[in-house]
């Protein structure tokens, strides 16, 4: 079974530095998806970034960014120049592998603060 | 492009009252999940729908169903409420739903949040 470890419940940043948010993983699948999402207080969850398993290269996105280590099955999220607006949940996520059913198991979210 | 909608945003029902909740995927989505968020619990899948057909479902009881209409929307019930049930519910659409295609982001409506008192 899959599942998703985020060990940090909540993070503080002030407004302008970059700030990670862990993530590791276990999986037994050689074949996987791992996203992160933004959840503000409003509810939405916000897609952000997504890295596949054979990817070659970290994914990138704006001012996001993913830490993948796959020999280590970590996915950390780095936020640089963290913005008053970053302020929110912060929730990884993994797929299973393509052929079926994608359900995304999620880890149990980061509440990160942005400091003025 | 229009994100995916869900109706109705708030809900407050009591004890053994049922629910029917809808969600409207992005438009050319043909996949939609379900997921129940609780303090508690964190995210739970709930099912997910391809087709009008439920491809998976999580570990719910039989009071939670859905069904997918030909045009993807989505709707869930939730017969019998319990209090356990108040939650946020979250609709998830995915552009493709094919075997032997990379993974697809889910992207998530605003959700439904339910009070069951």
């Known amino acids: 079974a899959q599942k998703i470890t985020q060990t940090q419940p909540g993070m503080f940043v002030q407004e302008k530095e970059a700030v990670t948010l862990d993530c590791t993983y276990d999986?037994?699948?050689?074949?996987?998806?791992l996203f992160w999402y933004k959840q503000p207080s409003s509810g939405e969850m916000i897609f952000l970034i997504y890295?596949?398993?054979?990817?070659?290269q970290n994914a990138t996105e704006g001012r996001y960014s993913l830490n993948f280590q796959k020999a280590r099955k970590s996915a950390n999220l780095v936020i640089s120049a963290s913005q008053l607006g970053d302020s929110a949940m912060y929730f990884c996520a993994m797929t299973p592998p393509p052929g079926g059913s994608e359900k995304l198991v999620f880890g149990k979210g980061t509440k990160l603060t942005v400091n003025p | 492009k229009a994100g995916v909608t869900q109706t109705p945003r708030y809900l407050i029902k009591t004890r053994g009252q049922q629910v029917t909740l809808s969600c409207s995927p992005i438009?050319?989505?043909?996949?939609v999940s379900w997921y129940q968020q609780t303090p508690g619990q964190g995210l739970q899948f709930l099912f997910e729908y391809f087709s009008e057909t439920q491809r998976n479902k999580g570990n719910f009881p039989g009071r939670f169903s859905g069904r997918q209409f030909s045009n993807s929307r989505s709707e869930m019930n939730v017969s019998t409420l319990e209090l356990g049930d108040s939650a946020l519910y979250l609709c998830a659409s995915r552009r493709q739903g094919t075997s032997g295609v990379s993974t697809d982001t889910q992207y998530f409506g605003p959700g439904t949040r339910l009070t069951v008192l």
């Open positions: 438009s050319g989505h043909r996949s």
């Open positions: 999986t037994s699948d050689p074949s996987y998806g």
């Open positions: 890295q596949g398993s054979y990817d070659q």
